[in-house]
């Protein structure tokens, strides 16, 4: 017997009859974007204006959307993947035709990585200049969708008006479906220019599909669990996606297994529980233990280079994999693998699986945990522990925090208690900042700490005009270690001196106060204290830390 659900549409008044048959004039397809978008939920909107895209922009001041404008498409995209990372809603990003599209193509490669639901909505040539003929309108490319398809999760080309809405519905679906990720809709710029005597759009359903596990392989990966004498867990990225950390501590407790959280996963299980082996992934003795389980409950996480210890993971005992991405599904190592999301099937768990108690459990993380410190403690890596120790005391609880790929934020990987977005899904330059703009346009009530390198600092610095333009209170530290650190490391460490790496850079003290925004040159002394005062400054500040940083040694080579 099937089930059918239907969507009842309510009858319309008389009113509401009367106002869809004499829509109000001088509306565009612009509109019909701009009117879908706050109809399936949306308040605020990321992006750059350009040419072809002109029609949605000047919609925007028909509506009650909320439009945060960076300097750089890539900036842009980056605060749209935090803005749905940070809130779990579709960030939508209105873009130009050609270059201003391209520009965003690694911020919507890094949303891919991290399953960030960005929305993409992209101008393209008019009509006329479609099919892939050369007519040399500006902005031309022989086939845009090409140049998106392999990086987003769905393309959604629009043709005429009336596609918009079903279009972008279809898009924002897509892009809350788990696992999350950006998505592409593509509208010409005739269509968005048009005059339209179609109806306002009301609210659209765009209801994303739940991806529940199979009953049978939920029933395998119970016994097996409950049946484990030395079971441990990893928490990847998905748990957190799919708000499933208080699912998942309840099942580790009911378990007593041991959990280790990748640096994706960082929040999805407490820094100091008992069970807690925290995020010591880069360390021979976490790896050692997690290849000793029996059974390893894996969950949204693929195993990837970062996740495995570069690779050099090798599990002895059973896998169960728990992954709403099916091509990471068993990708790396054999296991059950339940394609499913996180937060459903960690329920499943929980009501199937048998108690056990394993008094030996929190003993061994304890064991595992000392043995971390003493290595680190035998590097004199005194000034990076107090560095970032300063950061995590000047930083309220609730604040959250963007690092840039930088030496500090390598060590925040393994060594920050807390949750912590990054980008080391794809690994580009230039997150950490714009990064923490977007999530600030979503909660303007609290603090938002950027974490940059002087080299990373260069990619997003025009995005100090974006904060103090909209009052953000983002407080960016830069430390200047006066090129790109961990490549000069890298470098230096292979071939005995390092190429390309060393930096002119400004002052950067003098270049953010040219921009209205107050910084201050700081010390690893005085670090907790500038940077809590620059916390609690309304509106953005920077901080700027000259120091030289070194990384611990690797234990994968």
Known sequence: MTHEHHHETPPFTAEQT??????????????????????????TVFGLPGQHALGMFDALRRSGLTYIGLRVENNAGFAADAYGRVTGEVAPLLLSTGPGALTSLAALQEAAAASAPVLAVSSQVPTAGLGGGRHGFLHELRDQQASFRDIVKSVHPVRTASQIPSAIAAAWESALTAPHGPVWVEIPQDVLLAETSLPVVTAMDATPRELLPRPELTAVAAHALSHASRPAIIAGGGVVRADASGKLRALAEKLDAPVVTTFGGKGAFPWDHRLSLRSWLEDRHTTDFLEDADVLLVVGSGLGELSSNY????????????????????????????????????????ESVSARQDPAAAESVRTVLEKVRARIAAQDLTLEQRVLASVREALPATSPSFWDMTILAYWAWSAWPGPMHSGQGAGGLGYGFPAALGAAAADRTKPVLAVSGDGGAMYSIAELAT????????????????????????????????????????????????????????????????????LAAPGPSVVVLPALLRMFAPTHL
């Open 18 to 43: 009367a106002a869809a048959l004499a829509p109000p004039a001088g509306r565009s397809g612009g509109d019909l974007v701009v009117e879908t978008l706050h109809g399936l939920g949306a308040t």
């Open 311 to 350: 690779h050099t993971f090798r599990p002895r005992g059973r896998v169960i994999q728990i992954e709403a991405d099916l091509g990471k599904l068993e990708s790396n190592h054999p296991a059950l693998g339940i394609h499913a999301d996180a937060r459903n099937a960690l329920s499943a768990l929980l």
């Open 467 to 534: 904060a103090r333009q909209y009052g953000l209170p983002v407080t960016w530290l830069i430390v200047d270690d006066g090129g790109y650190g961990i490549l000069r490391e890298y470098m230096t460490d292979a071939f005995g001196e390092a190429t390309g790496t060393e930096l002119a850079r400004p002052d950067f003290v003098a270049l953010a106060e040219s921009f209205g925004v107050p910084a201050v040159r700081t010390t690893p002394e005085s670090l907790r204290e500038d940077l809590s005062k620059a």
